[in-house]
């Protein structure tokens, strides 16, 4: 059995300006340990994967990125697409050319910026979870145990359906849901059965193309078009560039996930971050006496539960809290930790004011 994986990297990573910028976004960026998000991703994956099957979607700004970070990768195994369209139209292109390449196999598809600890655990996971999607057409994702009301991520919610395989449990999935409030949350961390959607899921591409026919059958007909010419025509970007276009913008989760039932749920602790904000950095790095988490240049008195990174000039600071301080060679970044999720904000309103160079 041949395992693929699929990695999509499209994203500007925005929540993390001013660091992550539109030529230089947070999967290419060094955030924990000494290689760029998406070198660990590969790295973490080859120990399962050879790196000749592994494949990463993404757009025209990050190709060469993408090839001078990961050398190794065949440069064929670069998708690009011209203009984003969200997961599913990302999926489904990567699943046509898979088909191709390496028809039978069993696909891995994952984000490229997400931090795991614990990679031995992971691998195992994945071992699993590729041995599920081999039964029926069974559609597998992972879920990550919850151990706080996190509002910032969506949930599985499993049934009480269970089976031990490999001594992992796999629930059968009742529902995804969207981001709660806090109070939905706290409902969700004290029942037991919700867990946060990791974005990864597993399944034989022969199955996710088959759904997409039955279930996004428009999506379909423009990738049997663009099958049909990758077969008559050595220039696959052109052929992608001219039909992408047409794509739904649709997440993999409301076109597919949502509306099929045998879907399974494997639920996980293996020190998972998504990195989605700033204030991750409060969850993945260590503290100093007060609480902050501090990189760089700095001086700080009376200063707590602040993160403050430095691009090389002093930053002092002196009697604040739960703030954010960020500086880059062009922009400082000061932020109360609670509108880290608001940071995009910021970003349309440099693009109302025609301050593009900033983004």
């Given at each position: 059995?041949t395992i ?5 990297a499209?994203g ?8 992550s910028?539109t ?5 290419f ?7 760029s998000?998406?070198?660990?991703t590969i790295?973490?994956l080859?120990?399962?994967i050879?790196i000749t099957q592994?494949f990463i ?5 990050y190709?060469e ?6 050398p190794?990768l065949?440069l064929?195994?670069?998708?690009i ?9 990302c999926?489904?292109?990567a699943s046509?050319?898979?088909e ?5 196999s069993t696909?891995v598809v994952l984000?490229?910026d997400h931090i ?6 992971f691998?195992k996971?994945l ?5 599920v999607s ?10 990550i145990?919850?151990?706080y009301p996190e509002?910032g991520?969506?949930y599985?919610e499993s ?13 059968k999935v009742?529902?995804?849901v969207e981001?709660?409030?806090?109070e939905t949350a706290e409902s969700?961390?004290s029942?037991?059965?919700?867990f946060?959607n990791s974005?990864i899921?597993?399944w ?8 997409i ?5 428009d999506?379909?007909d423009i990738?049997?078009t663009?099958?049909?010419a990758f077969?008559?025509s050595?220039n ?7 039909e992408?276009y047409k794509m ?9 996930m ?8 494997i639920?996980?602790i ?11 950095l409060?969850r993945i790095?260590e ?8 990189k760089?240049n700095?001086?700080?008195l009376d200063t707590k539960r602040c993160?403050?990174e ?7 600071t002196?009697g604040?809290e ?8 062009d922009v400082?970044?000061i932020c109360?930790k609670d ?13 109302m004011?025609?301050l593009?160079?900033y983004l």
């Open positions: 059995m693929t994986a699929v990695i999509m499209g500007k990573g925005e929540r993390f300006w001013p660091k910028r030529n230089l976004p947070k999967q960026l060094n955030i924990s340990g000494n290689k998000m998406i070198q660990q790295g973490r080859e120990k399962l050879d592994i979607v993404t757009n025209e700004l190709a990125l993408i090839h001078a970070q990961l190794n065949p064929e195994n670069i998708i697409e011209p203009v984003g369209r969200n997961t599913a139209p999926v489904g292109i046509i050319i898979i191709e390449k390496f028809p039978d696909m984000p490229s795991i600890e614990n990679e031995e655990g691998i996971i071992e699993t979870a590729v041995e081999q039964n029926n057409s069974n559609l597998v994702t992972l879920g145990k919850p151990t509002t991520y969506g599985i049934t009480k359906e269970m089976e031990i395989i490999n001594e992992l449990e796999v629930h009742s529902n995804f981001k709660p409030n806090l969700y961390l029942s037991g059965n919700f946060w974005g899921f597993i034989k591409t022969a199955v996710i193309r088959k759904y026919k039955q279930l996004m059958p999506m379909h990738l049997e663009m099958k049909t077969s008559t050595t696959r970007n052109d052929i992608i560039r001219s992408f739904p913008d649709q997440s993999i989760d409301y076109g597919i949502e509306k099929v039932n045998n879907i399974y749920v639920p996980c293996f020190g998972w971050d998504d990195v989605g904000s700033w204030t991750a409060d790095n503290h100093d006496e007060n609480g902050n988490v501090i760089g700095i001086l700080n993160i403050i430095s691009n090389g000039k002093l930053i002092a002196l604040v739960d703030l954010i301080i960020v500086d880059t060679e400082t970044l109360s509108k880290a999720q608001e940071v995009k904000v910021l970003l349309k309103e440099l693009r004011q025609k593009d160079k």
